[in-house]
């Protein structure tokens, strides 16, 4: 399948790949990754997605581009996921302490994490961008959630002499299964709301 699948990108998009793999999961569902020497930059994703789907005779979800080489994409999901957020400054203050990050990550999960610097203003925001933007790039590169969790608590405290802090909320979605799981590092917690407006 790889081969075929080397062999239809250098033929529709005239270009070649460095590697290709092709897995299939525990329950079948397929994951793909292409390696280029670089992703070219005229390369349509919709039409990769297409073309890898003709050769392996599956669905695929867009590819999902990690750097300037790898191209990830996995089976079509059963689910997928609306988000958004909203973020008030507290009193008197220019910048919320808050920060929101969602992704999809290439794997079948959709990936929602919110930080909330301690206190207000500059300060907070700084230590929630960090903490949420580190996560977020330790996550897509593949690290599993607890050791992320660890490294970002280790990373905060070496930024600064002084006490700094953030809180951690997470939640991953496996869009295949509809099935949620939360980290939290130092989070309150967290209220889920039904289509029929029953809270859990």
Excluded: H, W
Excluded at 56 to 67: A, M, N, Q, S, T
Excluded at 153 to 181: P, W
Aim: hydrophobic share 35%; charged share 30%.
């Amino acid at each position: 399948t790889a081969e075929r699948i080397r062999k239809k990108v250098r033929d529709r998009f005239c270009c070649d790949t460095d590697f290709v793999s092709c897995l299939r999961d525990k329950n079948g569902r397929m994951f793909c990754e292409i390696t280029f020497s670089k992703v070219p930059s005229s390369l349509n994703i919709g039409e990769l997605r297409d073309a890898v789907g003709e050769t392996c005779d599956r669905e695929f979800e867009l590819p999902v581009i990690k750097g300037d080489r790898n191209v990830r994409l996995c089976e079509k999901t059963a689910y997928s996921v609306e988000s958004a957020c909203s973020q008030i400054p507290a009193d008197n203050e220019k910048l919320c302490g808050d920060t929101f990050e969602s992704f999809y990550d290439g794997r079948g999960n959709y990936v929602v994490i919110l930080s909330d610097g301690m206190g207000t203003g500059p300060r907070a925001a700084l230590d929630s961008a960090m903490a949420s933007g580190l996560m977020a790039r330790l996550v897509k590169a593949g690290f599993g959630f607890q050791s992320a969790l660890r490294l970002v608590n280790s990373s905060l405290l070496l930024k600064s002499r002084d006490e700094s802090l953030a809180t951690l909320d997470i939640v991953k979605i496996d869009l295949y299964t509809g099935k949620a799981v939360f980290y939290k590092a130092g989070a309150a917690p967290s209220v889920i709301r039904r289509q029929n407006g029953k809270l859990l």
